[in-house]
């Protein structure tokens, strides 16, 4: 989520957040619950090891959009992505190989198609596009090439929605969303963080079927750990790994302690938490590269303000395999992993968003090769 506001060139941008306190709006619809006053975390004040990996493009800044996530579809065997775009009220579509923007899609409203800020967001199977939409308190649902809305779904029950991850089951797909209900403001203004036991609907599930000629969302049930080790403070990203059955969650309240805590796919947290020794801004995004023998890592992005550090998780241990950050990529929300690639990236693309201006792109090859990964075979 946003740490300081990408309103300028990227050379004032970062000498802004270096050298001022952060201000943050008072607006309802302005705030999130990740955001505090204070200076904006460096990378270059803190000693965090990581190698440099060069940006494959990034793409073109577009202060208006406050560009948060990406993901990625293969269309005529080419790699296309498409970003939410939260001041706009838009969807960002960009070419996956070069970074060109393509269209938008959207636009401000309640109505199906129309946004109010959208989040998270998730393609699956190379036809549908999921995505959160914060101040509408819904996910929604279109079909790709053309972003034909299809469905709006949890209205009734999402308060704050951030994040999602989607899944495969059965003929359709099940839907786990982030929830960062807050309970009020302080004297401050400062969100305040519900007490533990009411943090058990942190994320909701819900089952996404065809039924009579349309899709259908059910509810499915609603989890989070009430613990003081285990309970999700201030969620955003999950990302799930169904062959472990273990769902990765960034916690990414500082004063507890940013890192990622797993959960197995039935929603109960298994004690263990990951990055304990290499978060120091803030969890964000996650990622999972999954190769044929069932190995892999984790990517997971650490969001400092003038250079995010993606950490790498041995998929199967979550040991440390090691950290890269770009060249200029910074201030990183949400990341898309897309292992299969194209002729551009042939073995896999990995897209991050940048400084809430538009998104970079990084060729695995060129992070395995900097990061002496063993060969990934899909």
Same mark, same amino acid.
């Given at each position: ?21 952060r201000v943050v709006s008072s607006a309802p619809s302005d705030r999130e ?27 073109a800044s577009t202060p208006d959009d406050n560009i948060d996530s990406p993901a990625s579809w293969l269309q005529d065997g080419?790699?296309? @992505?498409?970003? !939410?775009? /939260? %001041?706009?009220? #838009? *969807?960002?579509?960009?070419? $996956? ?5 393509? =269209?938008? @899609?959207?636009? !401000?409203? /309640? %109505?199906?198609? #129309? *946004?109010?800020?959208?989040? $998270? ?5 190379? =036809?549908? @596009? ?249």
């Open positions: 989520m946003r740490r300081c506001l990408a309103l300028l060139a990227l050379p004032l941008l970062l000498a802004a957040c270096a050298g001022a306190p619950p990740d955001e505090y006053e204070a200076d904006d975390v460096l990378l270059r004040n803190h000693d965090v090891p990581h190698v440099v990996v060069a940006e494959a493009f990034v793409t080419r790699l296309l @992505v498409v970003a !939410s775009a /939260k %001041a706009t009220d #838009q *969807l960002v579509v960009y070419d $996956g190989d070069t970074g060109a923007r393509l =269209r938008t @899609v959207g636009g !401000s409203g /309640k %109505a199906l198609g #129309q *946004l109010s800020r959208p989040n $998270g967001i998730a393609t699956i199977d190379d =036809r549908f @596009v999921f995505v959160v939409e914060r101040d509408n308190r819904r996910v929604q649902m279109f079909q790709l090439p053309d972003f034909t809305p299809l469905l709006a779904f949890g209205q009734e029950a999402l308060e704050q929605p951030y994040g999602l991850w989607v899944r495969r089951l059965g003929d359709g797909y099940q839907v786990l969303v982030s929830d960062a209900y807050m309970a009020g403001e302080d004297a401050r203004g400062d969100d305040v963080v519900p007490p533990l036991p009411q943090l058990d609907r942190r994320f909701r599930r819900y089952d996404v079927v065809r039924a009579d000629g349309s899709w259908v969302a059910t509810p499915a049930g609603a989890f989070g750990d009430t613990s003081a080790a285990g309970a999700i403070r201030v969620p955003e990203s999950l990302f799930g790994d169904e062959a472990n059955n273990r769902l990765l969650i960034a916690e990414e309240d500082v004063p507890t302690g940013t890192r990622l805590r797993e959960y197995d796919l039935q929603g109960r947290y298994l004690g263990r938490d990951v990055g304990n020794g290499q978060y120091v801004a803030q969890a964000e995004g996650i990622a999972l590269m999954r190769c044929a023998d069932g190995s892999g890592w984790w990517v997971a992005s650490d969001q400092f303000a003038d250079r995010t550090v993606f950490h790498l998780f041995e998929r199967r241990s979550l040991r440390h395999a090691g950290s890269f950050a770009g060249k200029v990529t910074g201030l990183t929300d949400g990341v898309w992993l897309d292992e299969r690639g194209d002729a551009r990236f042939p073995q896999g693309a990995f897209y991050a968003s940048h400084l809430d201006l538009g998104v970079a792109a990084f060729d695995w090859r060129e992070i395995a090769r900097a990061l002496q990964l063993p060969e990934c075979r899909r």
